[in-house]
């Protein structure tokens, strides 16, 4: 009874979200078609390419739900720096933070292959975003292998044994990258969102110097994951200004 009431429950968010009128022309549209189907709907004001048996649709209802509204008054308007979107998933983060920042230079990185071939879809009109397939990692490795912990297409990660499947299969070889690898020299990162499925403790052990250099990094820390990621991002954020946002979000801003 408990699981029935809590689908309903989350039934009526969704409606609630993106309006009875959407949920009839896309959701429903999405419930009748068939596991794999990829599906385009308008949602955010963006028309957007979804997998029918995959988490798309909920993460394009959240990401175009306010998520990144915290960061709206951290920068100006007419913000034309650079912001990384590290976790691309199939893109709807860049295409909200675009939305917020129409101006900003926006580097995107993903490590599935599965996933780039949407997000590319997704983004293919959009100025000023650069693509990258990879894993942000804070090593020196130039290769990196992406593991499948059967938690859907939003949770491939990189880390070896996940603590919440340590039987986790291995995906594919993907490119991996440091930060300093995304941008030229002299460019400067003023934003990092940062959903990488636990490959974040590899960034706050190994490549701290660069993280501290950014203004501001939104990052969801996965404990669940790998231990030890929120007690590095709290030591990372000691002399900068912390803030917790919903679920395991936190936004840490240089002074």
């Not at 009526?12 to 022309?25: A, E, M, P």
């Not at 308007?77 to 230079?105: E, H, M, Q, R």
């Not at 440091?178 to 052990?205: T, Y």
């Amino acid at each position: 009874m408990r699981k029935i009431l809590k689908k309903i429950f989350f039934w009526f968010k969704k409606v609630q979200r993106i309006g009875f009128y959407h949920y009839l022309k896309y959701d429903l549209k999405y419930i009748f078609s068939l596991n794999g189907k990829r599906i385009k709907i308008l949602i955010g004001g963006h028309q957007i390419i979804i997998r029918k048996g995959t988490p798309d649709l909920d993460v394009a209802i959240s990401c175009f739900d306010g998520e990144f509204e915290i960061l709206r008054y951290l920068l100006p308007k007419n913000f034309s720096g650079i912001i990384v979107d590290a976790g691309g998933y199939i893109g709807t983060a860049t295409l909200a933070l675009k939305d917020i920042f129409p101006n900003a230079k926006i580097i995107v990185i993903e490590p599935s292959k599965e996933n780039l071939s949407i997000l590319k879809e997704n983004l293919s009109n959009i100025k000023d975003v650069k693509i990258v397939y990879g894993a942000l990692i804070g090593t020196e490795e130039k290769s990196i292998q992406l593991n499948n912990r059967d938690t859907g297409e939003w949770g491939f990660t990189i880390v070896k044994v996940p603590k919440d499947n340590p039987n986790a299969t291995p995906l594919h070889e993907t490119p991996a990258y440091r930060l300093a690898d995304l941008v030229n020299g002299d460019e400067k990162i003023s934003l990092l969102k940062l959903d990488i499925e636990g490959g974040e403790l590899s960034l706050l052990n190994h490549d701290l110097t660069t993280m501290q250099n950014i203004d501001i990094v939104f990052a969801e820390l996965h404990d669940k994951i790998i231990p030890g990621c929120r007690d590095k991002y709290f030591e990372f954020s000691s002399d900068r200004i912390l803030i917790k946002d919903k679920g395991e979000k936190y936004l840490s801003i240089k002074k």
